[in-house]
């Protein structure tokens, strides 16, 4: 058996990499792949990637491509969320903000530099019209750091992928003030070159099992009562989620990528435009 690090986060966007490894698809063609949650999001699974600590993540794109541009020795090795990202924007449910309006030069808890949650406030304080060298940021870590940020005043607001923090919202520790979409598809898959270049029949082979269940994940029968139940949910927010998203069996377009260059660059969040070749793995 032929063993392989994933990681991710520990949200419904991952439900199809579970159900393979469960059903020992992976393990059916020789990989022994074993799956690792990352709760702290998108920076600390670029380092990792960096560190070689892992093969494979399932990571945000905005985050990879800086990371890559920053001197990751990584790819972008396919899509996998091909829809974008809805990103709530939210803050301590007894908090006096009502309005997005309200949240301009307050502080935003992310979860650490370069994640989506750092790299997202950039985009929404650019979709208002903010000057983005007024932002300021508390690092928290995670999830559970979030809500201790913003309950105890340390932070105002805090954007995370609105479903996920919904059951906050329901509980009433969060109130959420709007969304603030990705213009870009939202997660794809990174490899390590190091993993590429001496496995790349291996990662084929991932790939084309991830693929067939990606594009049969909707019309698995219940699938919303399973990811419901498995991930704390209301079914009815399970069932809008699943209408806003569709899984990807490709890489990511180099227009998208365009697009997300563009953007960090716009906002001084990397200093060059990467070529593509450097950021896109072609595949075997």
């Not at 996998?80 to 903000?97: C, D, E, F, Q, R």
């Not at 329901?170 to 270049?197: E, L, S």
């Not at 569709?246 to 070529?275: A, R």
């Amino acid at each position: 058996m032929k063993n392989v690090n994933i990681i991710g986060v520990p949200e419904h966007f991952n439900f199809p990499w579970q159900l393979a490894i469960e059903e020992g698809a992976f393990g059916a063609r020789g990989i022994n792949l074993k799956w690792t949650d990352i709760p702290e999001g998108t920076g600390k699974m670029a380092q990792l990637l960096k560190d070689n600590e892992t093969d494979l993540a399932i990571i945000l794109t905005e985050g990879i491509v800086k990371s890559i541009s920053e001197g990751n020795p990584s790819k972008i090795v396919q899509e996998y969320i091909a829809t974008p990202l809805l990103w709530g924007i939210h803050v301590a449910a007894k908090s006096n903000y009502k309005t997005l309006a309200d949240l301009k030069n307050k502080t935003a808890a992310i979860s650490r530099y370069g994640s989506g949650s750092h790299l997202m406030a950039y985009v929404n304080a650019q979709n208002q019209g903010w000057d983005t060298q007024d932002l300021k940021f508390k690092v928290i870590d995670n999830l559970n750091g979030a809500v201790a940020s913003l309950t105890e005043g340390k932070a105002d607001y805090f954007m995370w992928e609105r479903f996920t923090t919904k059951p906050l919202v329901d509980q009433g520790v969060f109130r959420r003030i709007t969304d603030c979409p990705t213009p870009w598809p939202c997660f794809v898959i990174a490899a390590t070159d190091k993993f590429i270049t001496e496995n790349p029949g291996t990662l084929k082979h991932i790939l084309d099992i991830i693929n067939i269940y990606t594009s049969d994940f909707k019309r698995i029968p219940s699938i919303d009562r399973t990811l419901a139940n498995t991930y704390n949910q209301q079914l009815e927010d399970i069932e809008h989620w699943l209408s806003l998203t569709e899984w990807g069996q490709n890489n990511i377009s180099k227009k998208n990528l365009e697009l997300v260059q563009n953007t960090l660059k716009d906002l001084n969040l990397i200093e060059k435009i990467t070529p593509s070749k450097e950021i896109l793995y072609k595949g075997t």
